[in-house]
């Protein structure tokens, strides 16, 4: 018998030479603006906590006071008996936050986004998804079982076309603020042909809900569209929330649905109760703080014309997602080591998360950072670039 799996070292070798092996830094400081890594102090420039609420003082204080109550484990599914009153509670604040009929927590929003496509969707129907959507979409979409069409990105047009052509329940799916690119999807003019189309639209929110939106209440509020021109809305809480866990929001037939058969929901572990508690307090944050979203804005200005005199080449993003474009992954990969360098934190991200041939500097702000240290990001941002020409 020959011996099984021996092309891996190869495998990874490969993922080397061409810039793609992926590797974890170990942080030992709490998430923030400031981390802690190998001793070193740094300043980050690549987290989804954008409103700072990870380690908020209320929110660290809800999760403590909560896990006296409840404990650590939630000790079994949502419909065994792990749905505490703090998930009940968190649900119904988060419906009325979306001003949707009900919302139902998922343990991740990768897991949400299988459970509610896998749901929704059989062989007989079609999904149509954004060619740069999330991965989770993707799969979701995939693991249905439903044909399956990616349209052209952003592409209303294209779209049409293809609902034009599909049969069954139809499904047009796409993330809100695009993860790796800031921009937004044309939520009014999808949510427009879809209704032409007798098809539903289900936005994943994760990096728009806290940050967008006068009340934060994500691209949704942004564009005024609601439950009826959005059926599905999925957000997720370790990003903008700074916690942990996912929700879809909807209608009552919607989430009654999820419930009955969505395997990520039915067949995992409730996520702790007191990340729920947690959760409810950044969520008061959320809606009462507004500084912390008029901040996020001029943050992201300043850094736009910043860079935009000193020649840097800009995306067409207006979120705190600042992606700049390198190309060639280990490019990417020389300037962000760079960064870390000069003390400065921001991940090179690289294929398949994105198209071949960008590679990208994610730059994500949070409203704890200050224009001084922008300026710095720019400053190491030109010196690291000058080197590589
Ligand atoms: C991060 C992200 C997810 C996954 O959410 P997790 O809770 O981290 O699993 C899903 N969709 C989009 C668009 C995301 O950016």
């Not at 009940?88 to 419906?95: G, Q, T």
């Not at 929901?265 to 008029?294: C, F, G, H, V």
Request: hydrophobic share 40%; charged share 20%.
């Amino acid at each position: 018998m020959s011996p099984a799996f021996t092309h891996l070292p190869d495998n990874l070798e490969l993922l080397s030479a061409e810039g793609l092996y992926r590797s974890r830094r170990v942080i030992d400081s709490p998430q923030g603006i400031n981390l802690q890594i190998d001793g070193r102090a740094l300043v980050n420039f690549c987290s989804n906590d954008y409103l700072g609420l990870a380690n908020h003082p209320d929110v660290v204080w809800a999760f403590k006071t909560a896990s006296d109550r409840y404990g650590v484990g939630s000790g079994s599914a949502h419909l065994v008996c792990g749905h505490s009153t703090a998930h009940h509670a968190l649900e119904e604040e988060l419906a009325a936050f979306t001003g949707r009929d009900r919302a139902l927590l998922f343990s991740t929003g990768y897991m949400a986004n299988l459970g509610v496509m896998s749901a929704l969707l059989g062989r007989r129907d079609s999904v149509f998804e954004d060619r740069l959507n999330h991965a989770s979409l993707l799969d979701g979409g995939l693991l249905s079982g439903a044909r399956f069409k990616r349209y052209a990105h952003v592409d209303v047009e294209n779209l049409a076309l293809h609902l034009k052509k599909a049969t069954g329940n139809k499904l047009i799916v796409t993330d809100g603020v695009f993860s790796m690119d800031g921009t937004f999807a044309p939520l009014q003019a999808l949510s427009k042909v879809a209704k032409i189309n007798q098809a539903w639209l289900m936005v994943d929110d994760a990096h728009g809900l806290g940050v967008m939106g006068e009340q934060g209440g994500g691209l949704l509020e942004y564009f005024g569209l609601n439950q009826n021109d959005v059926p599905v809305l999925i957000g997720t809480l370790g990003k903008g929330f700074g916690t942990f866990g996912a929700f879809v929001a909807g209608s009552d037939e919607l989430i009654e649905s999820v419930i009955q058969k969505a395997r990520t929901y039915i067949y995992t572990t409730a996520l702790p109760a007191a990340i729920a508690e947690a959760t409810r307090a950044s969520l008061k944050i959320i809606i009462s703080e507004n500084w912390r979203r008029d901040k996020l804005q001029k943050l992201t200005d300043y850094f736009r014309q910043r860079a935009g005199q000193i020649g840097l080449q800009l995306s067409p993003s207006t979120s705190p997602i600042q992606p700049i474009i390198i190309g060639e992954s280990q490019h990417a990969v020389d300037i962000s080591n760079a960064l870390l360098q000069a003390g400065i934190l921001v991940s090179a991200i690289r294929p398949p998360t994105v198209p071949k041939n960008s590679a990208r500097l994610r730059v994500t702000f949070s409203s704890l950072h200050e224009e001084y240290q922008i300026d710095q990001l720019l400053d190491a941002l030109e010196k690291a670039m000058l080197q590589r020409k």
